[in-house]
């Protein structure tokens, strides 16, 4: 009877054992498969965040030129909806989840050739900025230059013009009676002589000119013989009192012109002035009592 009883225990501390075993080996087997489920969740996480990055690097990227701008939209929604479907994917399906990590390194890949094609064209742009900002400070300085060159050639021609003028000097207004002497009575004036030279200048045109005499009694009225006798000088055209035609060619030359009036002249001063079309060449006043 003990024997058996022996036998009885003996069989049953082996099927202990063995049953313990089974149960060791299958808490060992959770728990590696837990294990595991963890470190593809980790993954899948990781996944994840390296796709949203690319989506943030993706966004980040920009260009003027419209051909980029809509292939990068186009990339853009790739990663989009890989990042759709890696959120579907059980932690798991470890054979897709490497399949999407293949598919994040080629998106990687393109948005490296895009950086460098866009730094390549920011790069020209900057080289065109450069090269537009130099051509315009070159169109600057010739403009300058030019305007200078052509205020200095308006301001030479200028003074050749100014040195080219006939210029007069001495000049005197002389009120006359009937015999031709001169007078300061206004009753007995009956005429004015206007005297003066042109200076010599062998530079100036020379031929045949026209002295023009403008004269104004004491209230500043312009004395004429009745009629409206206009020159031009300057491009201006004004009215003038009597002229005289000279030949003049070069050297100094003296010159009268007399004007009578048509009126009995007043008391007070009377103003003369000479003109060629170039401007004015004198001034002179005489009163009378």
């Known amino acids: 009877m003990e024997k058996k009883l022996k036998i009885i225990i003996g069989v049953l501390s082996a099927v202990i054992l063995v049953l313990a075993g089974v149960l060791i080996y299958q808490l060992s087997k959770k728990t590696e498969i837990k294990e595991t489920v963890q470190v ?15 989506q943030q690097d993706y966004a980040n990227l920009s260009t003027t030129n419209d051909t980029i701008n809509t292939q990068l939209q ?6 989009a909806e890989l990042i759709e479907k890696v959120r579907k994917t059980e932690a798991t399906n470890a054979a897709q989840l490497r399949k999407y990590e293949k598919e994040l390194g080629t998106l990687r890949s393109i948005m490296r050739g895009y950086v460098k094609q866009i730094d390549s064209l920011n790069q020209m742009n900057i080289a065109l900025k450069e090269e537009i900002t130099e051509a315009k400070k070159q169109v600057k300085e010739t403009t300058a230059k030019n305007e200078a060159q052509a205020k200095k050639i308006e301001e030479q021609s200028k003074k050749i013009t100014e040195g080219s003028s006939v210029k007069g000097r001495g000049m005197s207004i002389v009120a006359l009676n009937g015999r031709g002497k001169a007078m300061e009575r206004s009753s007995r004036a009956e005429q004015f002589r206007v005297s003066l030279s042109l200076v010599e200048n062998p530079i100036a045109e020379t031929g045949l000119m026209t002295v023009y005499i403008r004269i104004k ?11 409206q006798q206009v020159f031009t000088c300057n491009g201006e055209q004004m009215i003038y009192t009597a002229a005289r035609e000279v030949d003049y060619q070069g050297q100094e030359l003296d ?33 009378l009592r």
């Open 74 to 79: 186009i990339e853009r929604e790739k990663v």
């Open 40 to 54: 593809l969740t980790v993954d899948k996480e990781n996944l994840t965040d390296q796709l949203t990055q690319l």
């Open 255 to 287: 010159l009268n012109i007399f004007f009578t009036p048509g009126t009995e002249l007043v008391k007070g001063t009377y103003t003369a002035e000479a003109y060629t079309t170039r401007g004015r060449i004198g001034t002179a006043e005489v009163s």
């Open 217 to 227: 009694d004491p209230d500043g009225v312009l004395m004429t013989d009745g009629g």
